[in-house]
């Protein structure tokens, strides 16, 4: 079992930035980053795997970095340009095999932390 702790989430304006945390238990091979906007499907933003592979969704290319710190088992979302669209409850996932956007796939799930991003 793999527990997933996210933290760093707010309310900026348009334009800001903010970083994004989520603390890992244990190992695996692929973490990642969802959002989930009121009234909205949840979707994948981007993948990082244990070998350094990132993929990200379009909406978000250009403007977030994932990143991770495998000392710490630390994962990292660092979102810059923030648009009013990007508000929504961020969650990181874990999973020993999956790296994709596909959402059933994925083993472990953190509880989320809201981005609010006014205009």
């Known amino acids: 079992q793999v527990q997933l702790v996210e933290s760093g989430g707010g309310s900026v304006q348009s334009g800001g930035s903010l970083r994004l945390s989520c603390v890992a238990s244990?190992?695996?091979?692929?973490m990642g980053w969802f959002r989930q906007a009121p009234g909205k499907q949840r979707e994948g933003v981007a993948t990082?795997?244990?070998?350094?592979?990132?993929t990200y969704a379009d909406s978000v290319k250009g403007r977030f970095t994932i990143s991770q710190d495998n000392a710490k088992n630390t994962l990292y979302l660092q979102m810059n340009s923030l648009k009013p669209e990007d508000t929504a409850m961020y969650y990181c996932?874990?999973?020993?095999?999956?790296?994709?956007?596909?959402?059933?796939?994925?083993?472990?799930w953190g509880q989320g932390t809201q981005v609010t991003v006014s205009s």
């Open positions: 244990g190992y695996t091979y692929c």
């Open positions: 996932a874990a999973d020993r095999s999956y790296c994709g956007f596909l959402l059933n796939p994925w083993d472990y």
């Open positions: 990082i795997e244990i070998n350094g592979r990132t």
